[in-house]
């Protein structure tokens, strides 16, 4: 059994392969060949105003495959307002300023764990990935200018799987913290070559974007329909739950945009995901009228129409399916490689007796 931190993933998984790997996924998703559980989120308050914690689970595998994985997250999360904002936050409240998350591997036909897997740079990258996806299969095949939301680990996971998806012409960058944004775009020339520039609201970033994204953590609208050009695609990833209702994209935005995707509608039924929820109780949308990311990898689902059409992806929900279709290749990647700590499957296991 392996246990494999961030730095060890980070070794053997790509943008292109957590790509492909991905799209396979889908594709079997819609045929029926995979199963995934819709995540759960179980919550505590804890005695300081403002913070609970939060048990996170979900769950996926292929009929045809070797493996079955989850993925759980153990969190402390902050939802008071920065700045006049409502936000969420996951605080670093474990040992030395850490996080919990981790993703395990069982074999399906000997039923043993063969793989522990830190989840924090797979998170960002299946997150930013499945965005990507989105746009290799929605955007203007002449997409090259970005409108990025967000100066974080998440922001800059977009940027890089956007970046290999359509040749980025121009980069623009808002964040609220002028540091924060400044450093990201420099970041961005300094190691992807792109002409990046931090701009001083989320307007200038939107305006003229073939491609706006929205990686933030708010909790509130940043994304304003009125400033989004013709032809763009736009993606969003908060999501909320029953709990905390969280927007990045306003009315308008779905307003105006001639096609919807979701992660999963199912998910944004269930958990009330107000960028979809909203707009559909407002009568702005049909749920009939939004389809699954699934469903337009395998062609069942309509794709951009016009060059002027705007397209919105709203990746609104995380899936036990894209943990079951990239953890497992990163183990065997890893395996091969020599790389990870080996563990005593044997610790995992247990004898039944009377």
Same mark, same amino acid.
């Given at each position: 059994?392996?246990?494999?931190?961030?730095?060890?993933?980070?070794?053997?998984?790509?943008?292109? !392969?957590?790509?492909?790997?991905?799209?396979?996924?889908?594709?079997?998703?819609?045929? @029926?060949?995979?199963?995934?559980?819709?995540?759960?989120?179980?919550?505590?308050?804890?005695?300081?105003?403002?913070? !609970?914690?939060?048990?996170?689970?979900?769950?996926?595998?292929?009929?045809?495959?070797?493996?079955?994985?989850? *993925?759980?997250?153990?969190?402390?999360?902050?939802?008071?307002?920065?700045?006049?904002?409502?936000? $969420?936050?996951?605080?670093? *409240?474990?040992?030395?300023?850490?996080?919990?998350?981790?993703?395990?591997?069982?074999?399906?036909? %000997?039923?043993?764990?063969?793989?522990?897997?830190?989840?924090?740079?797979?998170?960002?990258?299946?997150?930013?990935?499945?965005?990507?996806?989105?746009?290799?299969?929605?955007?203007?095949?002449?997409?090259?200018?970005?409108?990025?939301?967000?100066?974080?680990?998440?922001?800059?996971?977009?940027? &890089?799987?956007?970046?290999?998806?359509?040749?980025?012409?121009?980069?623009?960058?808002? !964040?609220?913290?002028?540091?924060?944004?400044?450093?990201? #775009?420099? $970041?961005?020339?300094?190691?992807?070559?792109?002409?990046?520039?931090?701009?001083?609201?989320?307007?200038?970033? &939107? !305006?003229?974007?073939?491609?706006?994204?929205?990686?933030?953590?708010?909790?509130?609208?940043?994304?304003? @329909?009125?400033?989004?050009?013709?032809?763009?695609?736009?993606?969003?990833?908060?999501?909320?739950?029953?709990?905390?209702?969280?927007?990045?994209?306003?009315?308008?935005?779905?307003?105006?945009?001639?096609?919807?995707?979701?992660?999963?509608?199912?998910?944004?039924? #269930?958990?009330?995901? @107000?960028?979809?929820?909203?707009? &559909?109780?407002?009568?702005?949308?049909?749920?009939?009228?939004?389809?699954?990311?699934?469903? &337009?990898? #395998?062609?069942?689902?309509?794709?951009?129409? $016009?060059?002027?059409?705007?397209?919105?992806?709203?990746?609104?929900?995380?899936?036990?399916?894209?943990? #079951?279709?990239?953890?497992?290749?990163?183990?065997?990647?890893? %395996?091969?490689? @020599?790389?990870? $700590?080996?563990?005593?499957?044997?610790?995992?296991?247990?004898?039944?007796?009377?």
């Amino acid at each position: 059994m392996l246990l494999l931190d961030n730095d060890d993933v980070r070794k053997v998984l790509d943008v292109g !392969s957590c790509l492909d790997a991905l799209e396979d996924a889908y594709r079997a998703q819609a045929a @029926g060949r995979a199963v995934t559980r819709q995540r759960t989120q179980t919550y505590l308050p804890l005695a300081e105003p403002g913070l !609970s914690y939060c048990l996170k689970t979900m769950e996926g595998a292929f009929l045809d495959g070797a493996y079955a994985t989850l *993925r759980l997250t153990s969190d402390v999360v902050s939802e008071q307002p920065v700045n006049g904002v409502a936000r $969420r936050e996951k605080l670093a *409240r474990g040992p030395g300023g850490t996080y919990c998350g981790l993703i395990l591997v069982f074999s399906v036909e %000997r039923l043993e764990p063969v793989a522990i897997l830190h989840d924090g740079y797979l998170q960002l990258f299946r997150v930013a990935c499945t965005s990507a996806l989105s746009a290799r299969l929605l955007a203007r095949p002449d997409a090259s200018t970005l409108g990025l939301l967000g100066s974080s680990g998440q922001a800059w996971a977009h940027l &890089v799987a956007m970046n290999a998806v359509r040749r980025l012409s121009r980069v623009r960058v808002y !964040s609220p913290n002028p540091e924060h944004r400044g450093i990201f #775009a420099e $970041r961005a020339r300094r190691e992807l070559g792109l002409k990046a520039e931090a701009v001083d609201s989320a307007r200038d970033a &939107v !305006s003229d974007a073939d491609l706006v994204v929205a990686a933030t953590n708010t909790s509130q609208p940043i994304v304003n @329909g009125s400033w989004i050009a013709p032809g763009a695609h736009v993606v969003s990833i908060v999501s909320g739950d029953l709990k905390t209702q969280r927007r990045e994209l306003d009315d308008e935005t779905l307003r105006r945009a001639a096609l919807v995707i979701a992660h999963s509608k199912e998910a944004a039924r #269930a958990q009330q995901h @107000g960028d979809l929820w909203g707009p &559909v109780s407002a009568g702005i949308l049909q749920w009939e009228q939004i389809y699954d990311l699934s469903e &337009v990898v #395998a062609g069942k689902a309509p794709g951009r129409a $016009r060059a002027e059409d705007i397209t919105v992806f709203k990746n609104n929900v995380g899936m036990g399916l894209q943990f #079951a279709a990239v953890a497992p290749r990163i183990y065997e990647l890893a %395996r091969t490689a @020599g790389i990870g $700590r080996e563990l005593p499957a044997e610790w995992f296991l247990q004898h039944m007796k009377p």
